[in-house]
């Protein structure tokens, strides 16, 4: 059993900066495709960024491109998502999530990860 847990969220002022990050327990097989994703109050949960296996690939959201970047140390079993220029619109519950390497590395649906981390809270104030 996968068990990711996020960490890093908090509330900054806009134009602010967080990373978050996401460490991943359990069975430690590697070979899992990751993203960060969120979820805002009304609305449905979002891909952000995308990353393979090798962290050589990744994709992004249009809304965060320029300002995000996910990348991942396999050594530590660690996700992170280094988030510039937050906005006002940046303001949800981000969540990491695993999926089988046969799921395409830039997938950003949720429906393809299998395994969820509870999330944590980005607040940014104007």
């Known amino acids: 059993q996968v068990r990711l847990v996020e960490s890093g969220g908090e509330s900054v002022q806009s134009g602010g900066s967080l990373r978050l990050s996401c460490v991943r327990s359990?069975?430690?097989?590697?070979?899992?495709?990751m993203a960060w994703f969120r979820q805002s109050t009304g609305n449905e949960k979002e891909g952000v960024a995308a990353i393979s296996v090798d962290g050589d690939r990744t994709s992004y959201a249009d809304s965060v491109k320029g300002r995000f970047t996910i990348s991942r140390d396999n050594a530590k079993n660690t996700l992170y998502l280094q988030m510039n220029s937050l906005k006002v619109e940046d303001t949800a519950i981000y969540y990491c999530?695993?999926?089988?390497?046969?799921?395409?590395?830039?997938?950003?649906?949720?429906?393809?990860?299998?395994?969820w981390g509870q999330g944590t809270q980005v607040t940014v104030a104007s």
């Open positions: 359990g069975w430690t097989y590697t070979h899992y495709v």
């Open positions: 999530a695993a999926a089988d390497p046969v799921v395409a590395w830039w997938e950003l649906q949720p429906k393809a990860y299998a395994y």
